[in-house]
């Protein structure tokens, strides 16, 4: 259950330190348009690797998975990821699949810190059920097999997702708690440049 609890943060947000912040978890669970948000209330860059992917290829996400298949998909996003200017502020949204490759985390632990947006999977079922076009992954599954895949992947990508430098439950959260909670991480990381692992909530 998630609470109305609200972190202090500092205002105005402190810019004297560089970092990336690597947004991970689900499809579904709101890495874009949370990242974008972050990256307007901070003044960090926001970059968001599927959106990459896409303009470097001059095709969508699915047209790549229908024509290349999912293999080249993942390379290019490798790729993505590896372009991103690493000494400079910016809140990173990952794909759902991206932090799943070792060599992707390997990379994310190198060059910055990561947050997890943890939404358990009955929950996510409830988000992506309306949202499955854009996803190649997810599209041409019928309601219970949804469900079914959801709670599969998640539990084979939980042990990659909390390798993330911090973990923020967000069940049933609205995306202004989501973001309130990130903006108090990176407050803290202000203080602390040096990757570490921890639990927020
Ligand atoms: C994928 C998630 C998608 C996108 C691609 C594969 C996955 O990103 O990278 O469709 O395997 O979970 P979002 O998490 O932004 O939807």
Redesign the pocket.
């Given at each position: 259950m998630v609470t109305d609890r609200r972190p202090a943060i500092r205002d105005p947000f402190p810019t004297d330190f560089a970092m990336i912040l690597y947004l991970v978890g689900?499809?579904?669970c709101g890495?874009?348009s949370i990242g974008r948000r972050i990256a307007e209330r901070t003044g960090y860059a926001f970059a968001d690797t599927?959106r990459m992917v896409e303009e470097a290829a001059g095709r969508t996400?699915p047209e790549i998975f229908a024509t290349d298949g999912e293999a080249a998909f993942r390379a290019m996003?490798s790729e993505a990821l590896r372009s991103i200017p690493t000494e400079g502020n910016t809140i990173v949204?990952t794909?759902?699949?991206t932090p799943c490759n070792p060599d992707n985390l390997a990379w994310m632990k190198a060059h910055g810190h990561s947050v997890y947006i943890a939404i358990t999977a009955d929950y996510l079922y409830r988000i992506l059920y309306t949202r499955r076009q854009k996803?190649?992954?997810l599209a041409n599954l019928n309601d219970e097999e949804l469900l079914s895949y959801i709670r599969t992947t998640l539990a084979e990508r939980e042990p990659f997702y909390t390798q993330a430098s911090a973990t923020i439950e967000c069940t049933g959260a609205s995306d202004s708690y989501i973001i309130d909670h990130i903006l108090f991480y990176l407050d803290h990381l202000s203080d602390r440049p040096s990757p570490a692992s921890s639990s927020l909530y």
């Open positions: 689900f499809m579904g890495k874009s599927d996400i996003e949204a794909g759902g699949g996803r190649p992954k």
